[in-house]
């Protein structure tokens, strides 16, 4: 089984702060991680994306991948009100392109 | 970007009836196309993988004879739930793979209330 594990939270940060989420995956076959931000009631929309160990910058976000550990993070800077979503992170074999959503991570980001 | 659009974007109909949910690649061309569910505050389960020209391939639990999928283009896929049940009330989203690998831009979602 398959399994995409993140903190549910509710994460909160002061506006300005830097946001950190975390997520795990128990399939070692996984070879593309994902980060997606899901307003309320609305769909995922794609944050990022990172295949390779290290570090992908892309304007306020950071994600972060360690194959060895299993462990993918997305770094939110200076994080704004407009930031307070539930964020999903999702990993893909590669083979088959299907996703394995985490539940997500409740993000709120105080004015 | 690439854009993913869905239609209806909501829908309320009777126990029994069928409901038919399209979804569209509206500036690239998809060659696959993916249908997920979501119950309030869970996360996204993926129903079923629709490639142009061929038959879907439908994740494990999901019944194949009451969620139809058609994947008739490039830009079109189309979900049919038959006989729809209140338990089949839920939100349906769409995404479609890039020529990216692995990028996946889902469409808005389509809230299904079965009464």
């Known amino acids: 089984q398959k399994e995409v594990e993140q903190n549910s939270g509710p994460l909160s940060v002061p506006e300005g702060a830097i946001a950190s989420l975390n997520c795990t995956y128990s399939d070692r076959g996984s070879q593309s991680f994902f980060w997606y931000r899901q307003y309320s009631g609305k769909s995922p929309e794609l944050i990022m994306f990172?295949?390779?160990?290290g570090d992908k910058e892309d304007g306020r976000f950071t994600a972060q991948l360690n194959k060895a550990s299993q462990y993918v993070s997305l770094l939110i800077r200076d994080s704004q009100p407009s930031d307070s979503a539930t964020y999903l992170c999702a990993a893909s074999e590669g083979s088959n392109y299907k996703l394995t959503f985490g539940k997500g991570t409740l993000l709120t980001v105080n004015p | 970007g690439a854009v993913v659009s869905q239609h209806p974007s909501w829908v309320i109909c009777k126990s029994g009836t069928s409901v038919k949910i399209e979804c569209r690649s509206l500036d690239f061309q998809a060659t696959t196309m993916f249908w997920y569910r979501q119950f309030p505050k869970q996360s996204l389960m993926l129903m079923a993988t629709?490639?142009?020209?061929?038959?879907?391939?439908?994740e494990q639990g999901v019944e194949k004879d009451k969620f139809l999928i058609n994947h008739a283009s490039l830009t079109l896929s189309t979900l049919t739930v038959t006989s729809a049940h209140p338990e089949d009330s839920s939100f349906y989203i769409c995404s479609a793979r890039t020529g990216t690998p692995n990028e996946q831009f889902f469409g808005p979602g389509t809230r299904l209330t079965v009464l």
């Open positions: 990172i295949y390779s160990n």
């Open positions: 629709s490639n142009e020209g061929s038959k879907a391939t439908y």
